[in-house]
Protein backbone atom coordinates (compact mmCIF):
# COMPACT_ATOMS: atom_id res chain seq x y z
CA UNK A 1 0.00 0.00 0.00
CA UNK A 2 1.72 3.56 -1.03
CA UNK A 3 0.14 6.89 -0.12
CA UNK A 4 1.06 10.13 -2.30
CA UNK A 5 0.09 13.34 -1.17
CA UNK A 6 0.14 16.59 -3.54
CA UNK A 7 -1.04 19.62 -3.45
CA UNK A 8 1.21 21.95 -0.77
CA UNK A 9 2.66 25.28 -1.45
CA UNK A 10 2.80 28.43 -0.64
CA UNK A 11 -0.21 31.37 0.17
CA UNK A 12 -0.96 33.94 1.85
CA UNK A 13 -3.01 34.61 4.49
CA UNK A 14 -6.43 34.11 3.40
CA UNK A 15 -5.75 31.81 0.80
CA UNK A 16 -6.92 28.47 0.10
CA UNK A 17 -5.01 25.04 -1.43
CA UNK A 18 -6.44 21.52 -1.80
CA UNK A 19 -4.56 18.59 -0.92
CA UNK A 20 -4.52 15.27 -2.41
CA UNK A 21 -3.69 11.88 -0.94
CA UNK A 22 -4.14 8.66 -3.34
CA UNK A 23 -3.82 5.16 -2.09
CA UNK A 24 -2.18 2.47 -4.69
CA UNK A 25 -1.14 -0.97 -4.22
CA UNK A 26 -2.85 -4.33 -2.32
CA UNK A 27 -5.66 -2.40 -0.61
CA UNK A 28 -8.83 -3.40 1.16
CA UNK A 29 -12.41 -2.38 -0.30
CA UNK A 30 -12.85 -0.22 3.22
CA UNK A 31 -10.40 2.12 4.54
CA UNK A 32 -10.12 5.23 6.77
CA UNK A 33 -7.95 7.77 5.90
CA UNK A 34 -6.77 10.90 7.92
CA UNK A 35 -5.05 14.24 7.59
CA UNK A 36 -2.42 15.06 9.40
CA UNK A 37 -0.08 17.83 9.91
CA UNK A 38 3.35 18.55 11.80
CA UNK A 39 5.15 22.31 12.66
CA UNK A 40 8.63 22.33 12.98
CA UNK A 41 9.12 21.59 16.28
CA UNK A 42 5.92 20.32 17.51
CA UNK A 43 4.24 16.70 17.40
CA UNK A 44 1.80 15.26 14.68
CA UNK A 45 -1.14 16.92 15.03
CA UNK A 46 -5.02 14.92 13.58
CA UNK A 47 -6.48 16.87 11.18
CA UNK A 48 -9.53 15.09 9.65
CA UNK A 49 -10.65 11.44 8.54
CA UNK A 50 -13.14 9.81 6.70
CA UNK A 51 -14.08 6.09 6.03
CA UNK A 52 -14.52 5.65 1.68
CA UNK A 53 -17.26 3.48 2.39
CA UNK A 54 -19.87 5.93 4.13
CA UNK A 55 -18.45 8.85 3.94
CA UNK A 56 -18.17 9.44 7.02
CA UNK A 57 -16.12 12.07 8.82
CA UNK A 58 -14.42 13.33 12.05
CA UNK A 59 -12.89 16.62 12.31
CA UNK A 60 -10.53 17.79 15.02
CA UNK A 61 -11.85 21.68 16.60
CA UNK A 62 -8.72 23.24 15.72
CA UNK A 63 -9.79 23.01 11.95
CA UNK A 64 -13.63 22.68 11.55
CA UNK A 65 -15.33 24.72 9.55
CA UNK A 66 -12.10 25.65 7.71
CA UNK A 67 -11.03 22.42 6.13
CA UNK A 68 -12.94 19.87 4.47
CA UNK A 69 -12.03 16.68 3.57
CA UNK A 70 -13.62 14.80 0.91
CA UNK A 71 -13.28 11.22 -0.97
CA UNK A 72 -13.45 10.15 -4.45
CA UNK A 73 -13.46 6.46 -4.90
CA UNK A 74 -13.51 5.65 -8.44
CA UNK A 75 -9.82 8.15 -7.66
CA UNK A 76 -8.79 6.38 -4.64
CA UNK A 77 -8.26 10.24 -3.96
CA UNK A 78 -9.12 11.74 -0.51
CA UNK A 79 -9.04 15.69 -0.75
CA UNK A 80 -8.23 18.49 2.10
CA UNK A 81 -9.90 21.76 1.02
CA UNK A 82 -8.41 24.01 3.47
CA UNK A 83 -10.01 27.87 3.49
CA UNK A 84 -9.14 31.00 4.91
CA UNK A 85 -5.39 29.79 5.76
CA UNK A 86 -3.48 31.71 8.64
CA UNK A 87 0.10 31.56 9.38
CA UNK A 88 -0.27 29.11 11.96
CA UNK A 89 -1.18 26.61 9.59
CA UNK A 90 2.22 26.29 8.36
CA UNK A 91 3.61 22.51 8.32
CA UNK A 92 3.90 19.47 6.50
CA UNK A 93 0.89 17.39 5.94
CA UNK A 94 0.42 14.32 5.55
CA UNK A 95 -2.27 11.23 5.02
CA UNK A 96 -2.54 8.12 6.76
CA UNK A 97 -4.22 4.75 6.24
CA UNK A 98 -6.12 2.14 8.22
CA UNK A 99 -7.13 -0.76 6.02
CA UNK A 100 -10.45 -2.35 6.90
CA UNK A 101 -13.49 -1.34 7.86
CA UNK A 102 -15.09 -0.70 11.59
CA UNK A 103 -17.09 0.97 14.19
CA UNK A 104 -13.83 2.95 15.95
CA UNK A 105 -11.81 3.48 12.94
CA UNK A 106 -12.25 7.05 12.75
CA UNK A 107 -11.46 7.30 16.45
CA UNK A 108 -8.19 5.30 15.82
CA UNK A 109 -7.18 7.80 12.58
CA UNK A 110 -7.90 11.06 14.93
CA UNK A 111 -5.44 8.84 17.94
CA UNK A 112 -2.83 8.71 15.07
CA UNK A 113 -3.01 5.25 14.56
CA UNK A 114 -2.47 4.02 10.95
CA UNK A 115 -0.87 1.58 9.15
CA UNK A 116 0.63 3.43 6.15
CA UNK A 117 2.10 7.27 5.89
CA UNK A 118 2.31 9.21 3.19
CA UNK A 119 5.80 11.37 2.25
CA UNK A 120 4.23 14.64 3.35
CA UNK A 121 3.94 17.56 1.56
CA UNK A 122 5.19 21.84 2.78
CA UNK A 123 2.13 24.24 3.11
CA UNK A 124 3.28 27.50 3.84
CA UNK A 125 1.22 30.53 4.73
CA UNK A 126 2.73 33.91 4.56
CA UNK A 127 0.94 36.72 6.66
Known amino acids: VQLVESGGGSVQTGGSLRLSCTIS????????IGWFRQARGTEREPLAC????????RYAGSVQGRFTISSDNAKKTVYLQMNSLKPEDTAVYYC?????????????????????WGQGTQVTVSS
Open 96 to 116: GVLLGAGLQTKAVVMGGVVDR
Open 25 to 32: GNTVNEYT
Open 50 to 57: INNWDDST
